[in-house]
C-alpha cells in the first residue's frame, strides 16, 4: 500500500505528449488516468496504464488526475 504522501510524477514534464507516472523513479501502474484543459474540461481519459499519450493535443499546459491504489493525485503538465 502506498502511503498518500508518496509523490507521483509525470514525466517527462514538460514532454512532447507521450508521459510515465513514475514513483521514486519507477514506472507505476495507474487505475485511471484523466488530462484536463485549464478550464476544466476533459480531454483524454486512459486506465490500466503507466504511460499516455495526448499527441494529438496542442501544446500547451494541462492539468492531470492519476488514480493509483485508490488515491488521487493531481497536477499540471506542458506539452511542448
Known sequence: VMDPSTKIVVYPNPGNGTFRCMQNG???????????NVQGSRLASFTNTQRFNIIHLPAGMY??????????????????
Open 26 to 36: 519507477e514506472p507505476v501502474l495507474a487505475e485511471d488516468i484523466q488530462v484536463y
Open 63 to 80: 492539468l492531470y488526475s492519476i488514480r493509483i491504489n485508490k488515491i488521487n493525485y493531481t497536477g499540471k503538465l506542458i506539452k511542448i
